[in-house]
């Protein structure tokens, strides 16, 4: 019997043919067009097929065999393993979208809607609507507006401390897309391992490996990430979150930063600098500005919107190191034709007009506020528990006692209507860190953080042994 399959080889093209067989049979397995247990056509009859040596056939088969999509059966060839996994894996998103109803929301990271600044976007969206010519109505540059580049260069250097110039600037849709762009140009550079804090952004590091790159979980100590395991590691690149650490809150020391940029300088490695809730600091004293200043030449400083006002912008930035500007403008060049023009004006208008920092002020206080109630909740309510790190930005981290049960508390929590996310899930491995929970206070007013942390002292105590169970 002659088994068929969809195949095509080009000749004299870059990739050899072995590695063609084996793409497009590996693409077929995941995409579920070949399903397990499905027989191939013997080495021989698909090399005739396809006019190629036996042996490069040979080689395919045992790459994918090697990759547990392929196996052979004794007297019947070569055929879809039995448990490959056909299923199209489920893209990754960066952000909880389903969530659960819920009287009391406590996710980190989003600032409520309702403190949007509607009137004041809705001016800035005018006046750029009103204003706009080929910039704003033609393709955009792939860098982004140049009103809105050097509108950020001056905001970011007066609020972060950033050395930069618009040339170097690049407009994104947000960190995400920063962070994707990022990948593609580290793996032109030929670097396709990236370090990332352990704790981080779970998410981030599935994004992360999505996009092609491995990561590899360096700890986070009280002064920031560890160094030393930088450098034994090996990696050439590394994400940080260094003003306001996620999820612990803690910012990164400034002896550490300057280590940090020796070990980029010494081993030619690059800094992705996520300056997620950058210019949240809600007490005057202590404010962290950014790492790049320290290191302009090896950090990739990013920005974004998501935090200062809305992700449903999905306006972020780039402060780019002048040798990577190029690389990053080609990345870019075969994925998209730059982000929206219109909504680019209005926040350079929204931005210089001062209307940003308005914003702020006000969101400082709001948030302090909440912050303070949040404090003073943990302390009468869930006393076991220790707040880390300064007054900033949108969430808290709250440490647990070693033998807490933070799965069964978080379970316990949602059947009281509060929903929080514990502090395991952001580690590499959750089993061996220390409990926690993630509180993020922008949701809520001041009665609605105070009664969702009542109700998590509620759910703390109904633990076995009651409140004394994790001491
Ligand atoms: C650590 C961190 N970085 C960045 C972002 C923002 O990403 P984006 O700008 O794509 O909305 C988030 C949002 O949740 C975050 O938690």
Redesign the pocket.
Known sequence: MTWHVMLEVVRDGPVPLGAQIADQLRHQVERGLLTPRTRLPSSRQLAEDLRVSRSVVVEAYEKLTGEGLLESVRGSGTRVAAHADTRIRKPVV??DRAIPPVRFNLL???PNPVTFPHREWTASYQRAVESARWQGLGYPPLLGVDQLRSELVSYLGRVRGVLGSPEDTMVTG????ALGLVCGALRELGIDRLAVEDP??DR?RQFIEENGVRTVAVPVGPDGLEVEPLYASGVRAVLV?PSHQ?PLGVPMSPRRREELVRWARDTGGWIIE?D?DGGLWLEQRGRHLALQPTGPDRVIYAG????LLA?GL?L?WMVLPPELTGLMERVRVRRDLGCDGLMQLAFADFLRSGLLDGHLRKMRSRYRAQHGALTRAVERFLPAATLIGPVAGLHVFAALPEGADEEALVARALGLSVLVKGGRVFHDRPHTARPGLVLGYTALGRSGVEEAIRRIGQAYDQQPGGASWAS
């Not at 947000?174 to 897309?177: E, Q, S």
């Open positions: 960066l952000v980190p990271g989003t947000g960190f995400a897309h981080s952004h981030q979150t996620f996520d997620y974004t919107a998501s935090k992700p999905r972020g």
